[in-house]
């Protein structure tokens, strides 16, 4: 960060964004997260949840900057579903969420094939596949991506009670049993 923005005063910075958000006008739009400290949220166009901001986003197509004070999933989001010609910002690149950090792609891909190695990959009589992979929205885009290069689904906590009866209906396993499975057929170490 520059020296001048550490020794400038709240009073200095807040004139500082103000006029850059006149100067920039349309062409930015600013997100802020719930969870975001008034100090932040303050300047934001929209204050949602990780869900709601990325949709809020989706209000502003002619913004060719996205500033996503948020964690690094909620940025991804943002720009997957913004356009080639948008740019999104993570302000802080060091934000993180600890439940985005509990799965990982490599460990996802390896459980993935135990359980394709346990119950196959071809539907049952009824169309069914035997697993139906659904990751919530505090995961990174790797794991949105392999949620639906597998013909899973992403889950939020509003549309989770839809989700998945979405997925019991094509899936041949609950996802709790599929859990318990896991865990006691994986290797230790």
């Given at each position: 960060?520059?020296?001048?923005?550490?020794?400038?005063?709240?009073?200095?910075?807040?004139?500082?964004?103000?006029?850059?958000?006149?100067?920039?006008?349309?062409?930015?739009?600013?997100?802020?997260?719930?969870?975001?400290?008034?100090?932040?949220?303050?300047?934001?166009?929209?204050?949602?949840?990780?869900?709601q901001?990325?949709?809020?986003?989706?209000?502003?197509?002619?913004?060719?900057?996205?500033?996503?004070?948020?964690?690094?999933?909620?940025?991804?989001?943002?720009?997957?579903l913004?356009?080639?010609?948008?740019?999104?910002?993570?302000?802080?690149?060091?934000?993180?969420?600890?439940?985005?950090?509990?799965?990982?792609?490599?460990?996802?891909?390896?459980?993935?094939?135990?359980?394709?190695?346990?119950?196959?990959?071809?539907?049952?009589?009824?169309?069914?596949?035997?697993?139906?992979?659904?990751?919530?929205?505090?995961?990174?885009?790797?794991?949105?991506?392999?949620?639906?290069?597998?013909?899973?689904?992403?889950?939020?906590?509003?549309?989770?009670?839809?989700?998945?009866?979405?997925?019991?209906?094509?899936?041949?396993?609950?996802?709790?049993?599929?859990?318990?499975?896991?865990?006691a057929?994986?290797?230790?170490?």
């Open positions: 960060m520059p020296e001048e923005y550490k020794l400038a005063s709240d009073a200095e910075l807040d004139a500082r964004i103000r006029t850059a958000k006149e100067t920039l006008g349309d062409r930015a739009v600013i997100l802020g997260h719930f969870y975001q400290r008034d100090e932040v949220v303050q300047y934001a166009d929209f204050v949602g949840d990780s869900f901001l990325a949709n809020a986003a989706l209000t502003k197509p002619d913004a060719e900057a996205i500033i996503f004070c948020g964690v690094h999933f909620m940025a991804e989001t943002a720009d997957i913004s356009s080639a010609d948008q740019a999104v910002i993570l302000p802080n690149l060091a934000a993180g969420c600890s439940m985005a950090d509990m799965a990982d792609e490599d460990s996802v891909e390896e459980c993935w094939e135990q359980l394709e190695e346990l119950f196959g990959t071809a539907p049952d009589s009824e169309g069914r596949a035997p697993v139906i992979p659904v990751t919530y929205m505090n995961s990174s885009a790797a794991l949105k991506a392999f949620c639906g290069r597998n013909g899973g689904i992403v889950c939020t906590s509003s549309n989770a009670k839809t989700v998945l009866e979405w997925a019991f209906e094509r899936g041949q396993r609950s996802s709790s049993s599929l859990t318990s499975t896991w865990a057929t994986r290797p230790r170490r």
